[in-house]
């Protein structure tokens, strides 16, 4: 009797990345599974005849969220062809009564004043959400006042005042 030996295989990084994403920070190949469909990362295999083991790979892309201050979610890695919706959340970093973020629109690989956007990951995408300041403004009489409410930073506000009259 023969007592065959093992060997141990361990898939840590890809032998070969694609041409395409030679050389990128902004995109991977992610290994998915040997060719014999084993999800396992360390293989025990029995070396008892020739044979060949492959492994499958996804490319992968890196979406880029520059939040400038705001509230976003979406960015991560994203297999190629992957549909990823990135949402603003607006009003962000409410400070009650105060001051707050309001979403202006997204820039970079997409354009769009919409809070929610969707991305197919054909490539590294990166995106920029845009925010403007705005400023609670309190008034505080004892007449009824108009005008109190949240302004954009910059901007005028115009406050009334209804006086009452009393006479005798």
């Not at 492994?55 to 705001?70: H, K, P, T, W």
């Not at 994203?78 to 001051?99: C, D, E, F, I, R």
Request: overall charge neutral; some cysteine; proline content about 4%.
């Amino acid at each position: 009797m023969r007592r065959l030996g093992c060997v141990l295989c361990r898939v840590l990084f890809p032998p070969l990345a694609p041409p395409f994403l030679a050389g990128s920070f902004f995109s991977k190949v992610s290994s998915t599974q040997w060719s014999d469909g084993s999800t396992s990362n360390a293989r025990m295999i029995q070396a008892s005849s020739d044979m060949s083991l492959g492994v499958d790979f996804d490319a992968q892309y890196l979406l880029s969220l520059e939040l400038n201050g705001g509230v976003v979610n979406g960015s991560g890695w994203y297999n190629l062809g992957a549909s990823v919706t990135v949402a603003a959340t607006s009003p962000s970093n409410v400070q009650m009564n105060q001051s707050r973020l309001v979403f202006v629109s997204w820039s970079g690989e997409v354009q769009s004043d919409s809070t929610t956007v969707t991305v197919t990951m054909t490539r590294p995408c990166d995106l920029t959400a845009n925010w403007k300041m705005q400023y609670y403004l309190n008034v505080q009489s004892p007449h009824a006042t108009a005008g109190g409410g949240w302004y954009d930073a910059n901007s005028q506000a115009v406050v009334s005042s209804k006086l009452s009259s009393n006479r005798g």
